[in-house]
């Protein structure tokens, strides 16, 4: 068994369970389906196999879930998040018929933590600091919006505080220069697990390519570490993969969300 089946056989046994959903206000069960509602309107979909389920008992599967999903007034959006290895036939066509729109593929990157905490060079002038205050929060939320090229919006900032009130353990870190943040990313250990999630990194783009990235991940790693968490886990943009592969994770499948909005 090679080391990168194992490491996909970690991620299966010990993340697809309630350590992926530590922060939904609710989860129930539906056949093999877990079936979660966050703050803010948002659903999701996730499982830890489809139990063999042919193309049309998955076909009922996804109409029973929009069904319940579209019965609570409150969601305006559900992901279903599906992986690559999966077995699962039909289900993008399922998904599509239904007015679930799939998002870009990602990188499921799986590795040992030790393996990203070598020290990296920042800029000069640049440094890194884990942060906790609402100000702050809602600093770094807007920055990275900026990042991604998306629209200003207190969504985000507004599930992170919930986060962090909960004590859960989500960590969030950002880089500053001049006194003003110029990259971020947050760690979420999963409880009990080995694992702990890097998510949400982002550099604004005069700053890119400059080691910032990668020194916020070997920020997260340490902290990983220290609470007892060996293994990383993250869903890696093509901008992110090769720079956690030059670090030493492994991509281990891919993830693709689909998403419906009412």
Known sequence: ???????????????????????????IRHGPLRLARFGGGWGFVTYRDLGGADAD??????TEVLTHYRADTGIERVEWKTRGHDHAPGLHEALVGNGFVPDEPESIMVGDAAVLIAETPLPEGV???????EPDVRAMSAMQNDAFGEPASER????????LALGDGVELWVAEAGGRMVGAGRLEPAAGSDFAGIWG??????WRGRGIYRALTAARARSALACGKTLIHSDSTEY???????????????TTPYVWRR
């Open 1 to 27: 068994m090679t080391g990168t089946t194992l490491l996909l056989r970690a991620y299966d046994e010990q993340l697809r369970t309630d350590a992926e959903t530590p922060s939904a206000v609710s989860v």
């Open 57 to 62: 008992e998955i076909a009922r599967l996804v």
């Open 127 to 133: 440094t890194l600091r884990r942060v906790t205050e």
């Open 156 to 163: 985000t900032a507004d599930a992170l505080l919930r986060r």
């Open 201 to 206: 990194g982002a550099t604004l783009e005069q």
């Open 240 to 254: 992110s993969r090769p720079i956690l592969e030059r670090a030493g994770l492994v991509k281990v499948s891919t």
